[in-house]
């Protein structure tokens, strides 16, 4: 049917994004090639059998020698040219929370672009480049690649200083596979109760397309969010009108958490990426 031939879906820029090419000083965009490698980054972090199965599902050189059969493409580039340093710059990071999150992108001779949100969504395309034989093959990749979106555009970022709140990505819709709708979005729920009870359906039913080991040889999302198990989603209850507040927020309680002496772990410093 076409309608399962190809998927579309809309993000939204949330945070400032700064993914520049070869010139780090140049434009920040969001290219097809930065997102393919975030989906893989996801999908193995979903999978703990990706060493026997990523080359089907992204393609190899080795072992299954061939392309992927999903084709990744977006409607148009977005490109972004802002200069943010006279909010981030480094001095400022004691008194600013988002600029001790973007603690490097201002820093020395660094005079990163950003790509700032946006009203226009970003246009993503997944397409079959071929199909392999079997139809349980064609579901486990079409649910690896629609897995690894819904969790990129929940949880993850894109460029630089992605992982402290800068190049946020929301997944605002998606059409045109059974996963979409399987999954839904989390995004535009009315409280954060309503976005965790969005996201715990949509992540219950990945953990039920993929095999949970005991124990997982690398980082692994786990069997469930809720309960005792290791991964578990927080949200704060307030949120906050502006990306310029919200990283602000977010800034000030990683600083307040690293001042704390009782903190003062190494195990639990490299958690958060602190020295």
């Known amino acids: 049917m076409k309608g399962q031939e190809t998927l579309q879906a809309e993000f939204e820029v949330v945070t400032p994004l700064f993914c520049a090419g070869a010139d780090q000083k140049g434009l920040s965009e969001v290219r097809p090639f930065s997102i393919r490698g975030a989906l893989r980054w996801w999908y193995r972090a979903i999978d ?7 080359a089907d599902i992204f393609g190899a050189t080795i072992r299954a020698r061939h392309s992927s059969p999903i084709t990744l493409s ?22 600013s ?9 201002y820093l020395g001779q660094n005079e990163r672009k950003a790509l700032e949100p946006l009203n226009q969504p970003i246009n993503i395309q997944l397409k079959w480049n071929w199909k392999p034989a079997t139809q349980n093959e064609q579901q486990y990749i079409r649910r690896a690649w629609a897995a690894a979106l819904w969790f990129f555009g929940h949880l993850g970022g894109l460029g630089s200083r992605a992982r ?3 190049g946020t990505l929301a997944l605002t819709r998606w059409s045109g596979w059974p996963e979409c709708e399987l999954l839904g979005t989390a995004h535009g729920a009315a409280t954060p109760e309503e976005w965790k009870a969005r996201f715990d359906r949509g992540f219950v039913a990945v953990r ?4 949970v080991p005991r124990q997982a040889r690398h980082p692994h999302i786990g069997a469930a969010s809720t309960g005792t198990d290791h ?18 927020k977010v800034g000030w309680e990683l600083q307040n958490f690293r001042k704390e002496s009782q903190w003062h772990k190494p195990e639990l410093l490299a958690a958060f990426g602190l020295p």
Request: a positive charge.
């Open 48 to 54: 703990a059998e990706f060493l026997t199965k990523e």
């Open 208 to 211: 039920q397309w993929f095999n």
């Open 231 to 248: 991964f578990k989603i927080y949200l704060w209850k307030q949120g906050q009108s502006t990306w310029l507040e919200a990283l602000e």
């Open 74 to 95: 977006l409607a148009r580039w977005i490109q972004g040219s802002s200069c943010l340093k006279e909010r981030l710059l480094p001095e400022k990071s004691n008194v």
């Open 164 to 166: 402290r709140g800068y």
């Open 97 to 105: 929370g988002a600029a001790y999150l973007g603690y490097t992108l």
